[in-house]
């Protein structure tokens, strides 16, 4: 159905019945559309700042292009929804269900997502910066280059996501647990992702520089040609643990460090140990500048070069072959 004016803004059209209906372009800024049926309904390139859309019926609806910085969505359905490149600047999408949505190359920076569910949803190129996503659901989401710089992840749901070459500088993941995630080429410099299991996961090329990485989990992690300069393994701040010179060990040891590696001799490694990468990939790593005190690499794969460096940071390793 094809509308003669598109130019509603400031319109008063609640619970109107539009569904399929050919709205490209139109204008709808400061409109009033709550419990509006637009489900199918072409509305790409539209023009849709500060309007309110509460309660309505948004299945399938094409936003591609669209503007709609401002507005609030709350509690509508959208799924299957497409916001391919669209402005989603300060948008209000709280306890929506956005299910198989598209929002491949959308900015939906300082975004309002707490308790909808993206389940499916692609972020493709997307930015979430700075977005609000506390009891949000993104289970099954692709985030390939995506940017969620400085978000707490630990506040949502993020089961089966991707993360490929996503941009998750700064973000706190505490105490997460992935199976075999993938991070290639993932940036996650200065992210605390302290207490994180994940066993299996791939760190290809990923960046981990000044990253937080006490007590986590990730046995048999490829972590090769990542970048670990400057992480710390120990408890405390994300600055704790780094070496502040290329040679291993300067000014980084105190009696307490000595009383726990002294401990190896009566205790398991499992005991004592301040981080488990055994059995994990390190070839082709930056671990320069990085304290491996009592993290456990046993089985680990290394060069000899870096094993010289793990030995002079006292890092639990398998003894070396006759």
Excluded at 29 to 55: K, M, P, T
Excluded at 109 to 124: K, M, Q, T, V, Y
Aim: hydrophobic share 40%; with cysteine.
């Amino acid at each position: 159905r094809a509308f003669g004016c598109k130019r509603l803004a400031r319109a008063d059209v609640r619970a109107a019945c539009w569904a399929n209906a050919d709205l490209s372009n139109a204008v709808l800024s400061f409109a009033c559309l709550d419990g509006i049926d637009l489900e199918g309904a072409d509305l790409h390139g539209a023009v849709c700042i500060a309007a309110r859309v509460r309660n309505a019926q948004l299945r399938g609806v094409d936003l591609r292009g669209a503007h709609c910085s401002h507005t609030t969505f709350r509690e509508s359905d959208l799924t299957n929804a497409c916001f391919e490149a669209s402005t989603l600047v300060n948008v209000d999408l709280s306890r929506s269900v956005c299910d198989r949505a598209s929002f491949v190359r959308a900015s939906l920076i300082d975004a309002d997502l707490r308790s909808s569910s993206f389940a499916g949803a692609n972020f493709e190129g997307a930015k979430l910066d700075r977005a609000d996503i506390r009891g949000a659901s993104f289970r099954g989401c692709s985030f390939f280059r995506a940017s969620l710089a400085e978000l707490d992840l630990c506040l949502a749901d993020f089961a089966d996501s991707k993360f490929f070459r996503a941009n998750l500088t700064r973000c706190v993941m505490d105490g997460m647990e992935f199976h075999a995630p993938d991070f290639t080429g993932t940036t996650l410099a200065e992210a605390s992702l302290v207490g994180t299991r994940m066993p299996k996961a791939m760190f290809l090329f990923a960046n981990l520089a000044g990253a937080g990485l006490a007590n986590v989990d990730w046995e048999g992690a490829n972590l090769r040609f990542a970048t670990l300069r400057g992480a710390s393994f120990q408890t405390g701040s994300s600055r704790c643990g780094r070496l502040s010179s290329d040679t291993a060990s300067e000014g980084t040891r105190t009696g307490f460090y000595t009383d726990e590696f002294d401990e190896r001799s009566f205790r398991a490694p499992e005991e004592i140990r301040k981080a488990n990468l055994r059995g994990a990939d390190l070839r082709g790593a930056d671990i320069w500048l990085t304290d491996f005190y009592l993290v456990d690499l046993r089985d680990a794969i290394y060069t000899d070069v870096q094993r010289l460096h793990f030995e002079r940071t006292k890092a639990i390793l398998s003894p070396r072959r006759a």
